[in-house]
């Protein structure tokens, strides 16, 4: 139900738009996340967009990182300015009912990914 596009190599300082189009009404009525996840390791938030358009970002993310909606694309982005070597990973985008601590299970729905590297 969420298809994610946009990922690609990048040199360090680079810019790169991620995007995640929905083709359910869950886009309007759940919370939307990106995630990420590093080999080895346990998906983990990077910013939270909820049905009210309000976002959390992490300190990561924080300044970088800007997360939009259009609703009638159902689609969402997420744009990565200043990108660095750390944000090499596979992204995600996911909804979940509610946005909650960023858990990631507690999202329901998830994208098959995007690969994301940076060079330095």
């Known amino acids: 139900q969420l298809v994610e596009s946009g990922g690609g190599s990048v040199q360090a300082g680079g810019s790169l738009t991620l995007a995640c189009k929905s083709f359910?009404?869950?886009?309007?009525?759940?919370?939307l996340g990106w995630f990420r996840q590093y080999p080895g390791k346990e998906r983990e938030w990077v910013v939270l967009?909820?049905?009210?358009?309000?976002?959390r970002y992490t300190d990561s993310a924080q300044g970088r990182f800007t997360v939009s909606k259009d609703n009638a694309k159902r689609t969402m982005y997420l744009k990565m300015n200043n990108l660095t070597p750390e944000d090499t990973a596979m992204y995600y985008c996911?909804?979940?009912?509610?946005?909650?601590?960023?858990?990631?299970?507690?999202?329901?729905?998830w994208g098959q990914g995007t690969q994301v590297t940076v060079s330095s």
């Open positions: 996911a909804a979940a009912p509610v946005c909650g601590s960023g858990d990631s299970n507690e999202y329901d729905y």
């Open positions: 359910t009404t869950i886009f309007n009525t759940y919370c």
């Open positions: 967009i909820d049905s009210d358009d309000s976002t």
